[in-house]
C-alpha cells in the first residue's frame, strides 16, 4: 500500500530555513510526481511546487518563488521541501502528495508537518 | 490568476442529498478534482477528473462539470461525511494549481 510519511513537527525562529521531508513507500517512486501544499490555520489549501522524481525538475508557485527549494534522494525514495526566510505567516501545516503526472490529480497524502513560526 | 469560489457552509440532514458547488470562470473546460479532509487529516481523494471516483470511494460521491460551476454531489449523507470539501483545478495560463476556499459540509 502507498504511503507517504512526513518529518515531525518543528518550531523555527523568524528569517530561518526549515525542511520537511516526505518517504515514500509501497511503489516505484520516479514514476511520481511529489507535489507540496500548505495549509495556514482556517485557510485554504494552497498549492507551493512540485518535483519530477526521475529527472529532479522542479516547478513553483510565484508566491513562494525565491524561497522554496525542492529536492529529492531516489536512494532513499525521500522528497524534501526547503523554506527560507520564514515569517510568522508561514506557521501552517505543510502536505506532500503524490501525483501521476505533475498536471493531475493528488492521489495520496502525507500526513502533513505543522510549522511554527515564532520567536 | 484563476479563482475558485465555494460556498462556505453546506447543511444537509442525514439520508438526504448534499450538492457543494465550485464556481470558476469558464471552469467547464478544466479538469476538476475533489477532496475531502476531516479536521486534523490530511485531504483525501474523493472525485478526479470531474466525475472519477478513487477505488474504496463509495459510489454515493459524484460530480459533474459544466459552464462555470463544477458540482461534487453526495447522496445519502452520513455522519461521516461530515468534512470540509476543496475543489481543484490546473490553471493552464498561470501553471499553477488552484484551490477553491473549502466548503464545510454539516450534517444536520
Known amino acids: 500500500q502507498v504511503h507517504l510519511v512526513q518529518s515531525g513537527a518543528d518550531v523555527k525562529k523568524p528569517g530561518a530555513s526549515v525542511r520537511v521531508s516526505c518517504k515514500a513507500s509501497?511503489?516505484?517512486?520516479?514514476?511520481?510526481?511529489i507535489q507540496w501544499v500548505r495549509q495556514a490555520p482556517g485557510q485554504r489549501l494552497a498549492w507551493m511546487g512540485w518535483?519530477?522524481?526521475?529527472?529532479?525538475?522542479?516547478r513553483f508557485s510565484q508566491s513562494f518563488q525565491g524561497r522554496i527549494t525542492i529536492t529529492r534522494d531516489t536512494s532513499a525514495s525521500t522528497a524534501y521541501m526547503e523554506l527560507s526566510s520564514l515569517r510568522s505567516e508561514d506557521t501552517a501545516v505543510y502536505f506532500c502528495?503524490?501525483?501521476?503526472?505533475?498536471?493531475?490529480?493528488?492521489?495520496?497524502w502525507g500526513q502533513g508537518t505543522l510549522v511554527t513560526v515564532s520567536s | 490568476s484563476y479563482v475558485l469560489t465555494q460556498p462556505p457552509s453546506v447543511s444537509v440532514a442525514p439520508g438526504k442529498t448534499a450538492r457543494i458547488t465550485c464556481g470558476g470562470n469558464?471552469?467547464?473546460?478544466?479538469?476538476v478534482h475533489w477532496y475531502q479532509q476531516r479536521p486534523g487529516q490530511a485531504p483525501v481523494l474523493v472525485v478526479y477528473?470531474?466525475?472519477d471516483r478513487p477505488s474504496g470511494i463509495p459510489e454515493r460521491f459524484s460530480g459533474s462539470n459544466s459552464e462555470n460551476t463544477a458540482t461534487l454531489t453526495i447522496s445519502r449523507v452520513e455522519a461521516g461525511d461530515e468534512a470540509d470539501y476543496y475543489c481543484?483545478?490546473?490553471?493552464?495560463?498561470?501553471?499553477?494549481?488552484?484551490f477553491g476556499g473549502g466548503t464545510k459540509l454539516t450534517v444536520l
Open positions: 477528473y470531474d466525475y
Open positions: 509501497g511503489y516505484s517512486f520516479t514514476n511520481y510526481v
Open positions: 481543484q483545478v490546473w490553471d493552464s495560463s498561470s501553471d499553477h494549481w488552484v
Open positions: 502528495a503524490r501525483a501521476e503526472v505533475a498536471t493531475g490529480h493528488f492521489d495520496y
Open positions: 518535483i519530477n522524481t526521475d529527472t529532479g525538475g522542479t
Open positions: 469558464n471552469i467547464g473546460i478544466k479538469s
